[in-house]
């Protein structure tokens, strides 16, 4: 008796592994190969990025809870009233299964969205990736295992070519022209609203494309705003953190320059530059959406109080006299060396 038991187990456990569901196998795969083609930083920021991240972020985590949640097909129709209790044994239609997907990931997303803020992981391209990838494969590995444990005349499965039929017939199977116009239309304006909006989060518009360049100290075992060191002895050395931050869409060749300025303080409040000789040039390239961060020796080179520590950003070479008002971006510190 135990040994029928035990087999009866097995079977119901190994099922799902020898009949594996097309449907969420082709997920877990399309979700994987749009994963790491978004990861390579020459396509992130482009249309091609918004076509494949699109069904990426707005189905596929969706497609996947609603495969977990209602593993069996549609409905009966051979009575006109269906008890509850089968409709959640049986599940729902082809169509309901596809508008629950986009509302799903629409819920999941967000969720997942925070739960990354809470565990400190930066919200950047390859966590949001693995994160994306790590939830729908995670889904669709225990709606298979659900699935496979549903008698097979009533488990769900998809077919291409009833799906196109059913398709064909929704958009042209009206009894007038003009009523299959409207299906036509109302088809395409959901395909547009839901491009313009995979859109607006993929790629940023122009106002918003910016390069950022930030002076760092550690405290606490964090970063945060450099502040103006202690004063220096001579032939003594600072360390700062220098942080760049892309957002232009694209990899961009940054030069950070470092000058140690002396400045003579005007009337007005304003401040002009006496003296200034180049530390050193830093170079790196960064890629879109990516930020980059190095450590920086501060080691003066001449004496005095109130000097600007002045860092001039540029996206290429820098020009022949950087200074503050060709610089397309610039931090400073103010620091005092001793004679």
């Given amino acids: ?33 749009v994963a790491f083609t978004l990861a390579q930083s020459g ?15 707005l189905f596929a985590p969706g497609y996947a809870l609603v495969s ?23 599940g729902i239609t ?30 950047e391209p390859l966590p949001v990736l ?15 295992l659900r699935r496979g444990n549903v008698p097979a005349e009533d ?35 959901v395909v547009v609203a839901l ?31 450099a502040k103006n060191p202690e004063p220096f002895e001579v032939g003594e050395t600072k360390p700062v953190h220098v942080a760049v931050d892309n957002r232009e869409g694209k990899s961009v060749e940054y030069t950070v320059v470092v000058q140690l300025q002396r400045v003579e303080q005007r009337p007005d409040g304003s401040a002009r530059v006496v003296d200034r000789v180049e530390l ?17 020796a501060i080691s003066p080179t001449m004496a005095g109080e109130n000097l600007r520590l002045q860092f001039l950003l540029y996206k290429g070479d820098p020009p022949a006299n950087p200074t503050t008002s060709n610089a397309d971006e610039h931090a400073h510190l103010w620091i005092d060396v001793a004679t």
Avoid: C
Avoid at 14 to 33: H, N, W, Y
Avoid at 44 to 53: M, Q, S, Y
């Fill in 155 to 189: 488990r769900f499965g998809v077919s291409f070519r009833t799906g196109a039929s059913r398709l064909r017939a929704a958009l042209f199977g009206a009894e007038s022209s003009a009523d299959v116009a409207l299906n036509v239309v109302l088809a395409l304006s």
């Fill in 1 to 33: 008796m135990s040994h029928g038991t035990t087999e009866s187990w097995l079977s119901r456990i190994t099922r799902p592994v020898f009949e594996l569901p097309a449907d969420l196998v082709g997920v877990v795969v399309a979700v994987a190969a």
């Fill in 280 to 296: 050193d040039r830093l170079s790196h390239r960064v890629a879109a959406g990516e930020s980059w961060r190095t450590r920086y």
């Fill in 130 to 144: 693995v994160a994306v990838f790590g939830l729908t494969l995670t889904l669709s590995v225990f709606a298979a």
């Fill in 68 to 90: 977990l949640l209602f593993p069996g097909t549609g409905p009966s129709r051979r009575s006109g009233w269906t008890s509850p209790a089968r409709v959640r044994r049986e």
């Fill in 43 to 57: 396509v992130r920021g482009t249309p091609v990025a918004v076509a494949l991240g699109l069904p990426f972020v």
């Fill in 195 to 225: 491009s313009a909006v995979g859109f607006a989060f993929a790629a940023p518009q122009d106002g918003e494309r910016f390069s950022r360049l930030s002076l760092l100290e550690r405290e606490g075992g964090k970063f945060v705003t």
């Fill in 94 to 123: 082809p169509g309901e299964r596809a508008a629950l997907s986009f509302g799903g990931s629409l819920a999941l997303v967000p969720v997942l969205a925070l739960s990354l803020s809470l565990a400190s992981v930066p919200f």
